[in-house]
Every structure is written in structure tokens, then in C-alpha cells.
């Protein structure tokens, strides 16, 4: 069992930044690729990102060139780089991890908001 635990949220005026850390409770962190997902106000959830030891950075088109995933195995953290944040990207973004070989994240954090105000 892992646990996630996310940090950094906040509100910020468009244009912004914003870095969300995210911490596993697993000794060996670095079998596991990690993400991040979001979930907007009346909409489905999304995939932002992710990254694993075995593929590069990898991020929606939304997102891309603006946020900048990055893991330090030795912390067991994931981070969350926003730049140029826009009001679209308000959500309550989830941190996500999933064991190398399987098919699906099977752990998720509880969550932490990002507001992105006009």
C-alpha cells in the first residue's frame, strides 16, 4: 500500500506559478511510475502528467511547455512545476502512482486545490 500526500495548492492570479510536491510512503519509490492528474468543476478527470524511471516527462497538450513534472527518488517526492497558469487550470489536481508493469494508477493522493483567478 502507498500512500500520497500532496501539498502546494493555493490561489493565484493568471500568469502565476505554482509547485505542487507530492510525498510516497513506500520504500522503494522508484519502482513506481507518478503522475498527476485534475479535476475541474462539472467535468471529468484528466490526465496532466507523468513520469517514470523508464519513460521521460510526459504531459497533455494543455499543459505542455508550461508545467514541468520532476521526481527526486532519494525524497520520494514528485513535484508539479505551473508556470503561466490560467484560469482553465483551476482544479483540485491528484497525485498519482503506479507500480512499473501494471496497467493502471492504483493510488491516489486526496487532493489538493489550485485556483487560478482572471
Known amino acids: 500500500q502507498v500512500q500520497l500526500v500532496e501539498s502546494g495548492g493555493g490561489l493565484v492570479q493568471a500568469g502565476g506559478s505554482l509547485r505542487l510536491s507530492c510525498l510516497a510512503s513506500?520504500?522503494?519509490?522508484?519502482?513506481?511510475?507518478m503522475g498527476w492528474f485534475r479535476q475541474a468543476p462539472g467535468k471529468e478527470r484528466e490526465w496532466v502528467s507523468s513520469?517514470?524511471?523508464?519513460?521521460?516527462?510526459t504531459y497533455d497538450d494543455s499543459v505542455r511547455g508550461r508545467f514541468t513534472i520532476s521526481r527526486d527518488d532519494e525524497k520520494k517526492t514528485v513535484y508539479l512545476q505551473m508556470n503561466s497558469l490560467k484560469p482553465e487550470d483551476t482544479a483540485v489536481y491528484y497525485c498519482?502512482?503506479?507500480?512499473?508493469?501494471?496497467?493502471?494508477?492504483?493510488?491516489w493522493g486526496q487532493g489538493t486545490q489550485v485556483t487560478v483567478s482572471s
Open positions: 498519482v502512482a503506479r507500480e512499473m508493469g501494471a496497467w493502471e494508477y492504483a493510488y
Open positions: 513506500t520504500r522503494t519509490f522508484s519502482n513506481y511510475a
Open positions: 513520469i517514470s524511471r523508464n519513460v521521460g516527462p
